[in-house]
């Protein structure tokens, strides 16, 4: 979609030459074609990205110089368009009154005599800025144009890749936190992380903390449970301790032992099978 | 390859080459299932393996791509790999650009970060497809998971955790400085 | 492709089947002199241009992959992609593919790109309309946006950029390759 075909409005070539009238009303501008079926209509209108775009699109349809633009009308016409898409049930942001009230106001000043300036310089025209945000807004688009005219990936190409062969070192690949943080994004959008792990609000630090848990149980022999428990890091602490060595147990990965009644309890490795993987030197 | 050949279906060129396509554009492996989603329901499965095997074929005779046919729980799946005699030419060349990891990769080094310990077949399950092997040789080598020991649960399987070059590489502390899951999560979380 | 033809020299099939699985190797787009550089300083740059050409007929008769050419930096790289005529198998294989670009997240992402370091307040004013947030969300999930930190204004909005992936994606060599914003305007003869 270029900016140019936008701004001619999807159905522009059925409605100009349509008889205009609106509830009832001839009207000297008809912003639409009553030949338009509803729901088109209102998926047409619904299009419009803001009262800037509305806006830009009364100008170029007319073909109105951006510069000289005829407040009165234009307004009139926003105004029109706006009753409509509030016909329609249009759910109507609060920028697209905004700007209308902004719009009367310019109209209102324009009637006026310019404000004498202190300096020698013109009297400010009171469309400059309206004028100055049409433009950048109208750069925006055809930025966005033209972004959208570039071959991106994944949809005009697609990468292809083999593996390495096996033989082949790994190339040390650069860390990237960004790309890591935006990976885990994606798998939560996806939902897929949810639904496999049934992950909890479950703190980072009882993750850590398995992690650092089976560290300690690198020998394979079992350690006193009491040695896992750091008094220093307090009662919650202790909480994220515990609820990792449970975490730890119930997924078998460590077991429990004691010798006697009431006696010590020790932590172990469940046996260690042949490590596919090496350890981090 | 050819061991199913009866009376081999002939594959169109097209389908041929379609299956070659969606195994160069996926980074994992990818099973006769899979491949029939893409291609479609209206090709038959013995069309998709005929395919393959025309494409197995093809790469027998190429000098630095072999196709590889792989089980991962007990179900074939196919990759396009470089043989071992393209190595040397790697590791001769200088591309200029720095490597970088895979979305694949990416994404299980990011399931092994947040929910380690973690197994091979909990990674599979949250990235709905097969690890690729090479990937976590690729992240191992690199410093970045390990082991941390076996699960006793049937098949024993490997729990993978990070390590502290990891920790150094990416220039954080601790885990613990790894943005949570629920801010991760966030619907309204604009903070990139 | 073939401009250089004048009495092409022959590529033995082993170069052009390791040019083929070298730019396969290597996802990023390649040149000319990184190809060299692998192949061997034995082998004529001119032989490996005749291999590329022999893979550029293979490729165009390919139904969904091709041989590309680009500039990166004045320098011609290749790269081999598969078309957009792969698009709907791959969705079909996963739903969860990038949706298509909305208007609304052209447009903010066009802002980013031309005037970063920019607020989501500054993005709201040029469009005149609130950013929606999931497009904030959906732009860094896809790696084109980032932020850049905090301007030290009140209220400390977040500043936010383009990455490298951006770049990447859209095969823009450089953030200087962007059209001049201020030309972009609707009619040429003004000058504001």
């Known amino acids: ?281 | 390859m050819s061991h199913r050949r009866h009376s081999p279906p002939e594959p169109p060129e097209g389908l041929v080459e379609l299956v070659e396509a969606l195994l160069l554009a996926h980074p994992d492996p990818v099973s006769l299932e899979a491949l029939g989603g893409m291609v479609g329901q209206e090709t038959a499965p013995a069309l998709i393996e005929a395919a393959l095997d025309r494409l197995a074929d093809r790469y027998e005779a190429h000098r630095f791509i072999q196709l590889n046919r792989l089980t991962r729980e007990g179900v074939p799946h196919w990759r396009l790999v470089a043989s071992a005699s393209l190595a040397p030419y790697l590791k001769a060349g200088d591309p200029g650009r720095p490597p970088r990891l895979t979305r694949a990769a990416l994404e299980t080094l990011a399931l092994v970060a947040w929910r380690q310990p973690i197994t091979r077949g909990e990674i599979e399950a949250a990235r709905g497809v097969a690890v690729n092997p090479q990937i976590l040789k690729q992240l191992t080598e690199r410093g970045w998971v390990r082991s941390l020991g076996h699960r006793d649960t049937p098949g024993r399987p490997e729990m993978l955790g990070t390590t502290r070059t990891f920790l150094q590489d990416f220039g954080i502390d601790s885990l613990d400085e790894l943005p949570d899951f629920e801010r991760l999560a966030g619907q309204d979380d604009i903070d990139v």
């Not at chain 1, 119930?250 to 490590?275: H, K």
Request: hydrophobic content about 40%; aromatic content about 6%.
């Open chain 1, 1 to 281: 979609m270029s900016s140019e075909t936008r701004h001619t409005g999807p159905s522009s070539s059925r409605w100009e030459d349509a008889t205009p009238r609106v509830s009832g009303e001839p009207m000297e501008q008809l912003p639409l074609d009553l030949y338009i079926p509803v729901d088109a209509l209102a998926i047409w209108l619904e299009q419009f990205e803001g009262p800037l775009d509305l806006l830009l699109y009364l100008i170029r349809k007319h073909n109105i110089d951006i510069l000289e633009i005829p407040v009165a009308r234009v307004t009139e016409q926003y105004l029109e368009y706006l009753e409509l898409m509030k016909s329609m049930a249009i759910e109507l942001a609060a920028e697209y009154l905004l700007m209308a009230a902004w719009l009367t106001e310019i109209k209102s000043r324009m009637l006026l005599p310019p404000e004498p300036r202190d300096d020698e310089e013109e009297p400010l025209d009171p469309r400059a800025e309206l004028v100055e945000r049409l433009l950048e807004y109208e750069r925006t688009t055809r930025a966005a144009g033209w972004l959208d005219e570039q071959p991106r990936r994944d949809r005009d190409w697609f990468a292809l890749e083999i593996d390495p062969p096996p033989s082949l070192p790994a190339p040390p690949v650069p860390a990237d936190l960004d790309g890591l943080i935006g990976a885990m994004k994606r798998l939560l959008r996806e939902g897929s992380v949810k639904q496999a792990h049934h992950v909890r609000a479950e703190p980072l630090s009882v993750r850590q903390r398995m992690t650092s848990i089976l560290d300690g149980l690198q020998s394979g022999r079992p350690r006193p449970l009491a040695d896992f428990f750091r008094p220093e890091e307090g009662r919650m602490g202790i909480a994220v301790c515990t609820v990792a060595i449970l975490e730890l147990s119930r997924t078998r990965a460590i077991d429990w032992e004691q010798d006697e009644p009431y006696g010590p309890v020790s932590l172990y490795r469940v046996e260690v099978g042949p490590v596919e993987l090496e350890e981090d030197a």
